[in-house]
C-alpha cells in the first residue's frame, strides 16, 4: 500500500451559499455542491450556474477547492443540458465534477480532457477492478460505497493507486447508492435522479413464515444510525485516503460549519499537531445539530445488531435524561427527569415513543424547577421537574402520558447556531502564505506570495529600496507590517527577507504592496479548463453497438430461486433460466440437474463485490455455464480481459450497471457485453425511445419481476431473528425462514439474502411491461426475462406461459396484460415504467 504523503482533503457539503460560507470558515479544503438539475440532491437549493465563475473565485481566493455533483443518470433528451453544465463547470474553474453515469463521464472527458473527474458512490465502486475501471473512463479519484470497511479499504489500496474518498460523517443509505429503486417504484422519484422519498425511513412490521413477529418498540426497521468516524481520522490517515467526506447539502450552516470544524481539527491532530485534535464538546455540538444516533457504519466491520436500532427515523439530537415521572402539581403537568446532561430553558427535547414513535412528546422547555426552585437550567446528575407549556401535546393529552424509564433527548439548543457562528466568524480559518520580499538599493522591492493552496502572485513595489539614514528595517517590523491581512483570506506564515542589511522601505509602499498581493492571488484563483468541440450530438451518433447482436439467442429467460422454479420455467418452454440462489453449492448442482435435460443456463453472481470475495466469481466460472449475467462495474472490466483469453460465454449486462442513454450503452456493451439490460429508473415511453435505435437487437428486457427495492449490506434477517452480528455468528436464519417487511398499506416486501450474505427488500407486487412488447419487439429487442422471487412451481408455469404467448405473438400484449391484471391473479402493476408528467 503506498505510504500517505499528505495530509488528506476535508470535503464540506454546501446546499447553498450560507452553509458553504460555513464550510470555508471552519477550514475545509474543499466543498461539493449542485448546480440546479443532474444532481442527487434535488431538493437542496443548489448553484446557479450563470453565477458560478463568482462562487468558484470566492472559493479560490479562500484557498477552498469547488467540486461539482453530476451525479444523477440522464436520459438522451437531457444530454443537451449535461453538455452546457460540462461546459460551464470549465469555463468557471471547476476543480471536479462528480459523476454517476458512465455516459456523462465519457461526455465530461471528450468536452473538457482537463477538468477532473471524480467517480460518485453511486457508481458503487466495492473493489479494485470498478476503481479501475472507473479511471479508465477518465475518472481521477473514486468515492467508494459506504460499505466498506477500513480492511477491505486498506485492500483496494493495495492493489490500485487511484485516489480514493470516503464519507466519513452523516446520514447513512441503508440500501447500496446507485442500487436503491424504492423511489422510483413507489412514487416514480428516482434516488439515481436525485429524489429520493426516503422509504427507508418509514416504519414496518415484521412477518415471518407468514405470521406477525414483535419487535418491541422497533418498527424502523430500515433506518440507520448517522455516521461519526472523527476517532478513526488516524486510520484514515494510515490508508492514505485522499479526502474525508462529509455528508448533509441538505442541512444548515451550523451543522456544515461544526462538523468541517469537528473533523479538521481530527486531521491537524492526526498528522502531528500537539496543540490541534477536537475536543469532546466539539464532538457533541456537530451531533447536536443533527443526529439520529451516532456510530462509526461499516468502517469497523458489519455488526447488523447495531446499524439499525430500529426505535427513531429522524434527527433526535443528544441524550439529556430519562424520565422517572409524569407529575400534576399546581395545575400544570410536569416531567421528572433524571439529567445525564445540562438542560436550559428554551432547548428543545423529545420524550421517546413506543412503538413507531407512538406517544412520543415533545416540545420546548418552558419551566425548570430543580429542588423546589425555578432555575434557567441545571447541570447532569440533577432531577428536575420540567414543564413544556400550555400549548404542549401533554397538557393536551391529560391521562396519555409516556411511561417511566423513557429515553428524553435534547432536539434543539437554541443558542448552539448562533454560538457555532460567531466562534466560525471570530477564529475562521485562514490560508497560510509565505512572504518573500527582496531588492537591491536604488531598485524597487519585489514582494512574492506563495499559498499553502498552490496559489503564487509577484508584484514590484512602487519605491526603492533606500539605506537607511537612521533605523534600518528588521524582520520583525516587516513581519508586523506585511502581516497585517486583515479581512483578507491569508494569515502570515514564514517571511523571507533578501533585502540588503541597513536598508528600509517605505512602510506605506509595503502596506500597497501587500494590498496588491492579495489582490493579484485573488486574480490568480480564477482559472478554466480548455474545452473542445465536441458536442452530445456527435457521440449520440457515434454511439453504435461495436457488432451485430448475434452471440446471445432470443427468447424468454426466467431468472430463479430454487431448483423447483427452474425445473418449472423449464417445462413451461422457456429458453433458459438464470440461476440466482443463496447456496454456491446448491448452484452447481442445480446448473448440472438442468444442463443434463438440454436446458440453457445462465447464473447470476451477487450483485456487489467486495475484496475477498472473488472465490465466488472463480466459482461460477468452474461451472462453465452457458452465460452469466454482469452485474457489477468490476465483473465488466474483468469481462474484457475474459474476451481477450478467449471466453466465448454469453454475458449479459444487468440492470445494475444503471443504463439510461446511448452513450452510456455503447460504453458497457464496447468491453464485451453480448446484450444489456436497460436501468429500471427508464418509464415506459423513454424506454421505448432507447431502444428504437441500432440498440434495440442488444437489449434484454426484463418484462416481469417484483422490483428489487433495497440492496443492502445489512442484513435484516440477521439483525430480527438472531444476536448475531455477522454471517458467522448469525446461526444463518435466512436458511430456515421466510422474512416479509409489511408496510403501511399493508404490503408484505419479501426481504431475500444472497450468497455474500446481502439483503434485498422485493416489492410486494410484480411490475410488468408487457404491454411495451409490442412497440420493442418493432424496435429489434429479441430477449426479454421474467425474475421471480418466491412463486412457486404452479406460479411458474402460469407466468412462462402467458409472457411467452406475448413474447411469440406481440398482437396479444394486451389480451396477457388484461389475464395477469385479473385473471391470474398476479396483481402487476406498471411500477417504474408509468409515465408521471
Excluded at 418498527?219 to 462529509?246: M, Q
Excluded at 496559489?455 to 539605506?467: H, I, K, P, Q, S
Aim: net charge neutral.
Amino acid at each position: 500500500m503506498p505510504a500517505p504523503t499528505k495530509r488528506p482533503e476535508i470535503l464540506a457539503p454546501a446546499g447553498d451559499r450560507e452553509a458553504m460560507d460555513a464550510a470555508v470558515l471552519a477550514g475545509a479544503d474543499a466543498v461539493y455542491f449542485g448546480l440546479q438539475g443532474f444532481n442527487a440532491r434535488a431538493r437542496a437549493t443548489n448553484f446557479d450556474a450563470g453565477a458560478l465563475g463568482e462562487t468558484m473565485r470566492y472559493l479560490h481566493e479562500h484557498g477552498v477547492r469547488g467540486y461539482v455533483t453530476l451525479n444523477t443518470l440522464v436520459f438522451d433528451s437531457e444530454l443537451a443540458g449535461v453538455e452546457a453544465a460540462v461546459r460551464a463547470c470549465a469555463e468557471a474553474g471547476v476543480d471536479a465534477v462528480i459523476v454517476q453515469d458512465l455516459g456523462v463521464a465519457k461526455l465530461a472527458r471528450a468536452i473538457a480532457p482537463n477538468l477532473p473527474i471524480h467517480a460518485s458512490t453511486q457508481m458503487t465502486c466495492t473493489d479494485a477492478s470498478s476503481v479501475e475501471l472507473a479511471r479508465e473512463l477518465g475518472a481521477s479519484r473514486v468515492i467508494l460505497a459506504r460499505e466498506m470497511s477500513l480492511d477491505d479499504i486498506a485492500k483496494v489500496r493495495a492493489e490500485t493507486d487511484v485516489e480514493v474518498e470516503v464519507f466519513v460523517h452523516g446520514a447513512l443509505c441503508i440500501s447500496y447508492s446507485g442500487q436503491c429503486l424504492t423511489s422510483e417504484a413507489i412514487g416514480g422519484r428516482s434516488a439515481n435522479r436525485g429524489a429520493c422519498a426516503q422509504a427507508c425511513r418509514l416504519p414496518y412490521s415484521l412477518v415471518v413464515d407468514g405470521k406477525d413477529v414483535e419487535t418491541a418498540d422497533r418498527a424502523y426497521l430500515l433506518s440507520p444510525e448517522d455516521l461519526e468516524s472523527s476517532s478513526l481520522v488516524p486510520e484514515f490517515v494510515r490508508l492514505g485516503i485522499a479526502s474525508l467526506k462529509i455528508e448533509g447539502r441538505l442541512k444548515g450552516p451550523d451543522y456544515v460549519g461544526s462538523t468541517t470544524r469537528l473533523y479538521r481539527k481530527a486531521v491537524d491532530g492526526a498528522m502531528g499537531d500537539t496543540k490541534a485534535g477536537p475536543t469532546e464538546a466539539e464532538r457533541s455540538d456537530a451531533l447536536q445539530t443533527f443526529t439520529r444516533g451516532s456510530g462509526t457504519g461499516f468502517f469497523q466491520g458489519v455488526d447488523h445488531q447495531r446499524l439499525v436500532e430500529g426505535r427513531a427515523c429522524d434527527h433526535r439530537g443528544l441524550p439529556v435524561g430519562t424520565l422517572l415521572a409524569v407529575e400534576r402539581k399546581i395545575g400544570k403537568t410536569w416531567l421528572s427527569l433524571k439529567l445525564e446532561h445540562d438542560l436550559a430553558r428554551g432547548d428543545g427535547i423529545l420524550v421517546e415513543g413506543g412503538l413507531a414513535s407512538a406517544g412520543e412528546i415533545g416540545g420546548r422547555v418552558w419551566s425548570i424547577t430543580a429542588a423546589g426552585k425555578d432555575v434557567p437550567s441545571a447541570h447532569a446528575g440533577t432531577t428536575v421537574l420540567v414543564w413544556l407549556g400550555p400549548e404542549s401535546a401533554l397538557e393536551k393529552r391529560g391521562h396519555d402520558a409516556p411511561p417511566a424509564g423513557r429515553r428524553v433527548f435534547k432536539t434543539n439548543d437554541p443558542g448552539l447556531e448562533k454560538r457555532i457562528l460567531a466562534e466560525l466568524t471570530a477564529h475562521p480559518h485562514k490560508v497560510r502564505l509565505d512572504l518573500r520580499i527582496a531588492g537591491h538599493v536604488g531598485e524597487p522591492f519585489v514582494l512574492e506570495g506563495k499559498t499553502g493552496s498552490g496559489g503564487f502572485a509577484r508584484v514590484t513595489g512602487d519605491a526603492n529600496v533606500e539605506l537607511a539614514r537612521s533605523t534600518p528595517l528588521d524582520a520583525a517590523t516587516l513581519r508586523d507590517k506585511l502581516g497585517r491581512l486583515g479581512d483578507t483570506a491569508f494569515e502570515l506564515g514564514a517571511l523571507e527577507v533578501a533585502l540588503p542589511e541597513g536598508t528600509i522601505v517605505p512602510i506605506s509602499s509595503l502596506n500597497r504592496a501587500r494590498r496588491a498581493l492579495t489582490s493579484a492571488l485573488g486574480e490568480h484563483a480564477v482559472v478554466h479548463h480548455e474545452t473542445t468541440s465536441a458536442s452530445y450530438t456527435d457521440m449520440v451518433e457515434a454511439s453504435a453497438p461495436p457488432k451485430t447482436a448475434d452471440a446471445a439467442p432470443g427468447g424468454l429467460f426466467v431468472l430463479c430461486r430454487t431448483l423447483e422454479q427452474a425445473m418449472a420455467a423449464a417445462e413451461a418452454g422457456a429458453s433458459g433460466v438464470y440461476l440466482d440462489f443463496l447456496e454456491l453449492t446448491g448452484t452447481g448442482e442445480a446448473l448440472r440437474a438442468l444442463r443434463a435435460r438440454g436446458v440453457f443456463v445462465g447464473v447470476a453472481p451477487p450483485r456487489i463485490r467486495k475484496p475477498g470475495e472473488e472465490k465466488i466469481d472463480k466459482y461460477i466460472t468452474s461451472l462453465e455455464p452457458d452465460a452469466v449475467l454482469v452485474r457489477g462495474l468490476g465483473a465488466l472490466r474483468e469481462l474484457s480481459k475474459a474476451r481477450q483469453a478467449g471466453s466465448k460465454v454469453v454475458a449479459i449486462g444487468d440492470f445494475s450497471l444503471n443504463v439510461t442513454n446511448r452513450i452510456s450503452a455503447a460504453e458497457i456493451l464496447g468491453r464485451g457485453l453480448d446484450a444489456f439490460t436497460p436501468s429500471f429508473d427508464l418509464d415506459a415511453a423513454q424506454l421505448v425511445t432507447l431502444l428504437s435505435s441500432p440498440f434495440g437487437p442488444w437489449a434484454e428486457v426484463v418484462v416481469h419481476h417484483p422490483m428489487a427495492l433495497f440492496h443492502m449490506e445489512h442484513c435484516a434477517i440477521a439483525a430480527l431473528l438472531s444476536d448475531g452480528k455477522d454471517y458467522k455468528t448469525c446461526g444463518r436464519p435466512c436458511d430456515h425462514h421466510k422474512v416479509s417487511l409489511r408496510d403501511r398499506a399493508g404490503m408484505e416486501h419479501p426481504v431475500e439474502a444472497d450468497v455474500g450474505c446481502r439483503n434485498t427488500v422485493f416489492h410486494a407486487k410484480p411490475q410488468s411491461a408487457v404491454q411495451l412488447v409490442p412497440a420493442l419487439a418493432k424496435a429489434g429487442v429479441g430477449r426479454f426475462r421474467i425474475e421471480l422471487v418466491r412463486e412457486n412451481a404452479t406460479d411458474v408455469k402460469r407466468l412462462v406461459t402467458a409472457y411467452k404467448r406475448a413474447v411469440t405473438e406481440p398482437t396479444r400484449a394486451g389480451e396477457v396484460w388484461r389475464e395477469l391484471r385479473m385473471e391470474g391473479g398476479y396483481g402487476v402493476v406498471k411500477g417504474s415504467l408509468r409515465v408521471v408528467s
